[in-house]
């Protein structure tokens, strides 16, 4: 996988990679079972502190993303177990309404909002 | 109480004309990347080299792992790996030479690492040192230093005079080879975006004195920038200010903690809060050492973590 990471975005380096592990699978570049990089060997392919990548990954497995195997590994884990669509869209809202409101502050419309965000997920590829 | 690499107590270096080291205290816990920033002239060489021994104190004591600097300092030497803000060695002797004239200084050596990085840097090993350019000496420096299995690294401005590439395989086989093993790293720098990737922990250092010593995490998550507008506020002080910029009418506060607390006050003052954002280093930084925002709490500037 190819992950990389930007200083002079303001967003901390773990969100970062989070966020890049996330759209990885979401576009099907990591499926279920596929092996993530250990946190040392990524932090040395970022040139990152392997407790940032520590903290990604910490992160990523208790939303259910991934899983640790003590002493074998992380994979990505199967299709978020046991998670309940309300728990999914509970998630997911503060983003909507973060969207919601830069979309109105822009003077866009419902239908240009929603456009743009079906252009996305039809972005993401096929595995949906 | 975390196990320190380094920690000193009032460390003092007073030369006739300057007091280059002003009772600074360093903690610097075991197996972190500590990035240690300041301006020209601000200390972080003296600092490196009174830790070493190279430079004796005037005042206070230092201890770098577990040993004390005025008496330990060969055993400390033993252990640490050390490049220098000069990359000064030997001109006459070659790479090679310098890898033979060295290795047994050191009980831990590794050739393995030593030819690693030769091959890895592309460092041409059999000419002489005095004819290298200033990137090729850095690169020399660095694999005696990064060779020797030390537990600590001290590196004085490690990435001067390396190219982008090498700068990026450095940073690479310094968390690959040595932060991966837990070994503790100390490194001066001037290039704030470089300490911000690798770094858990920074200091800031200015008249040799420590400014600021915290958790990047925690400038992160704590740290706010506090920009307001109103007249004749009164001055302000507290333990979480850590520097204040006012201008005619309009003022920035830097707070490390409790920023809710800070505003409110404003606010009672009669301030109106513009914005209230997260800062990165840099800001930390300008607001700190810059000289445009004089705002010292003197010795209570430090933010220690307490774990």
């Not at chain 1, 046991?82 to 909507?96: H, I, M, N, Q």
Request: hydrophobic share 40%; charged share 25%.
């Amino acid at each position: 996988m190819l992950f990389h990471v930007n200083t002079s975005s303001g967003v901390p380096i773990y969100l970062q990679i989070e966020g890049q592990v996330k759209h990885a699978v979401a576009a099907g570049a990591l499926k279920q079972g596929d092996a993530l990089l250990s946190v040392r060997k990524l932090a040395a392919e970022l040139r990152v502190n392997p407790n940032t990548v520590a903290r990604a990954y910490q992160n990523l497995e208790s939303q259910g993303l991934i899983r640790t195997v003590p002493g074998g590994g992380t994979y990505v884990a199967d299709c978020q177990p046991g998670l309940l669509k309300s728990e999914k869209v509970r998630r997911l809202r503060p983003l909507a309404r973060q969207l919601a409101v830069e979309g109105a502050q822009l003077r866009l419309t419902t239908e240009e909002v929603v456009k743009l965000l079906e252009g996305e997920m039809n972005g993401l590829g096929e595995r949906r | 109480m975390m196990e320190l690499a380094i920690s000193s107590q009032g460390l003092e270096k007073i030369y006739p004309q300057v007091r280059a080291l002003d009772g600074l205290n360093l903690s610097v816990p075991r197996g972190a990347v500590y990035g240690f920033l300041g301006r020209n002239g601000a200390g972080k060489t003296t600092t490196i080299k009174t830790l070493l021994g190279l430079v004796r104190p005037s005042g206070g004591a230092a201890q770098v792992l577990g040993l004390d600097i005025r008496k330990d300092h060969l055993a400390i030497l033993e252990r640490t790996g050390f490049v220098s803000e000069t990359k000064i060695l030997f001109e006459s002797l070659s790479a090679r030479q310098l890898i033979r004239f060295n290795r047994g200084y050191f009980p831990k050596w590794s050739d393995a690492l030593a030819e690693r990085y030769a091959g890895l840097f592309e460092i041409p090993m059999d000419r002489p040192f005095g004819k290298l350019s200033l990137g090729n000496r850095t690169k020399v420096c660095h694999l005696l230093a990064l060779s020797q299995g030390a537990d600590l690294l001290l590196l004085d401005d490690p990435t001067s005079g390396l190219d982008p590439v090498v700068t990026d395989l450095l940073m690479q086989v310094l968390i690959e080879d040595h932060v991966n093993e837990g070994r503790t790293v100390f490194f001066s720098s001037h290039h704030l975006s470089e300490v911000e990737k690798i770094a858990e922990w920074i200091g800031i250092i200015e008249a040799g004195k420590l400014l600021l010593e915290a958790r990047l995490e925690d400038i992160r998550q704590n740290f706010r920038l506090v920009t307001v507008s109103g007249n004749s506020l009164p001055a302000l002080t507290g333990p979480n200010l850590i520097s204040q910029k006012r201008a005619e009418k309009f003022h920035r506060f830097l707070v490390s903690r409790q920023a809710d607390e800070f505003v409110a006050k404003l606010r009672g003052e009669g301030a109106t809060v513009l914005e209230i954002s997260s800062v990165n280093l840099g800001e930390v930084f300008l607001g700190l050492a810059g000289k445009e925002l004089p705002c010292m709490p003197g010795s209570a500037g430090t933010t220690r973590a307490t774990a």
